[in-house]
Nanobody
């Protein structure tokens, strides 16, 4: 049962930008840390970025620092991932996730809800 719904993926040239969105039910969004993960073909799912429930704490994977920005609009129950200066190695399915707890923010096993994923393809 899909609880989170991502959108915004697509095909972009290297150096371009995309903004991903993830809408969640209010009962989930208001009580959760929100995060983005990604999974490239043949690779494990990896952490990209997260923002805490109140939006105070933000963490990024090293690969995302300086290029990606996570934000959340608590009025719209939506989390965003703005991706700039995209590289071919950013090509992956990007997943939105929600965690009711507050630990192990980079470990996908600690997240309670997931979206279906949205494909991001960066051409060289």
């Amino acid at each position: 049962q899909v609880q989170l719904v991502e959108s915004g993926g697509g095909l972009v040239q290297a150096g371009g930008s995309l903004r991903l969105s993830c809408a969640a039910p209010e009962r989930i969004f208001s009580n959760s840390r929100m995060a983005w993960f990604r999974q490239a073909p043949g690779k494990e799912r990896e952490f990209v970025a997260t923002k805490s429930r109140a939006g105070i704490f933000t963490h990024y994977a090293d690969s995302a620092k300086g290029r990606f920005t996570i934000s959340r609009d608590n009025a719209k129950n939506t989390v965003y991932l703005q991706m700039n200066s995209l590289k071919p190695e950013d090509t992956a399915v990007y997943y939105c996730a929600a965690q009711s707890g507050s630990s192990h923010y980079s470990d996908s096993a600690f997240y309670d809800y997931w979206g279906q994923g949205t494909q991001v393809t960066v051409s060289s």
